[in-house]
C-alpha cells in the first residue's frame, strides 16, 4: 500500500472521480454533493493498493470558537477505506499519515463522527464535553452535534478545556 499526501488543486479529474466512487461506496450512499463539497481545499491522504484506490481522509481549513476565540483549525472530512480493505489497518495508517500534515498546519484539529469514536480515540482523538453550536447568518444556535464531535489537540494550550462551547460556522449540508 502506498500513501500519498496531496493538496485539493493537485487532484486531477480521473482521481477525483475515483474518490467519489469510493465515498458512494464507503457510505452506502449517504454521501452528497455539500459533503464531497467539504472534502476539498485542504490537504488529502489517499491509500492506493497497486492501480486502486483504497482509502481517503482530508482535512480542510476551518474557523471554529472555542468559548469566546474563533482559531483555524483542521476540519476532517471524507474518511473511507473501500469495504473489500477494512480490517486490515489501512484506515489507521490513513489517518495517521494525516494527522503528520495536520500538525504540519495546525495546532488543533477536529472531526464529527458517529460510531467510530473508537477508532478516532486510539489514534488520540478526545471526545468534546461541551454544547455545540452554528453560526448562521439567522444566528447562533445549539445544534445537538456535540455527541459525535471529535478534537485532537496538538497544542493542548490552545484548548486546555474539552467543556467549553465549541462554535463552527455555517455552511451548506451538515455544518459539522
Known sequence: MELVAVGSTDLDRATRGRLRALWDLAFAGRFGDD?????YGGVHVVAWSGPDLVAHASAVPRRIRFDRTWHGVGYVEA?????????????R?????????????????????GAATGFYERLGWER??????TRS??????????DGLMI???DPALVPDLGVDVTCEDRP???W
Open 173 to 175: 449540508g451538515d455544518a
Open 35 to 39: 459533503d464531497e463539497s467539504h472534502a
Open 137 to 146: 447568518p439567522a444566528g447562533t444556535v445549539a445544534d445537538g452535534e456535540h
Open 93 to 113: 495508517a490513513t489517518m495517521q499519515r494525516l494527522q503528520v500534515e495536520i500538525a504540519e498546519h495546525w495546532p488543533v484539529a477536529m472531526l464529527s463522527t
Open 152 to 154: 485532537l489537540r496538538l
Open 79 to 91: 474518511v473511507a477505506t473501500h469495504p473489500d480493505h477494512q480490517g486490515r489497518g489501512v484506515g
Open 128 to 133: 468534546w464535553r461541551g454544547t455545540s453550536y
